[in-house]
């Protein structure tokens, strides 16, 4: 009795958070990041993402899951040396759609799960500034 009820409120949480998430109208596909090499700390991870709904959507935070710390960054040339740079928050327009690509703006991990050579994959979530949150999986490509 007990555990349909904890069944049932968890149904009813994980519709709640789907219906936020179409409301807001961002979208992720195609999420990835590199092989990671033994001893590594840190990982990019790019997607693409689409803003489909009718308002102007602002991610702020970039949480990835098993992992101490992440930030949005984007890497800039300086003189022939390439660079990266803390972004606080992604602006996406109306209709507008964004490519997280290597040499642009990322996700930079701090650190990493430690059974990440098992799983090939991270659960991402964005969340933006009017407190709508959207989680995608990004998987590990061999390149
Ligand atoms: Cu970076």
Wanted: hydrophobic share 40%.
């Amino acid at each position: 009795m007990l555990k349909s009820l904890v069944v049932g409120f968890l149904l009813f949480l994980s519709t709640t958070v789907l219906g936020q998430d179409e409301a807001s109208g961002l979208a992720a596909s195609n999420g990835w990041f590199r092989e990671v090499l033994p001893g590594q700390k840190s990982l990019a991870i790019y997607v693409s993402l689409l803003n489909s709904g009718p308002t102007t959507l602002t991610i702020e935070s970039v949480e990835v899951v098993g992992v101490a710390h992440s930030m949005l960054h984007m890497s800039y040339d300086e003189k022939g040396v390439s660079r990266m740079k803390h972004l606080d928050s992604l602006v996406l327009e109306s209709g507008q759609s964004y490519q997280l690509q290597p040499g642009a703006t990322h996700i930079m991990t701090m650190g990493l799960p430690n059974d990440l050579q098992q799983r090939r994959a991270l659960t991402v979530i964005l969340r933006t500034s009017d407190g709508q949150s959207l989680s995608f999986e990004a998987t590990m490509k061999a390149i």
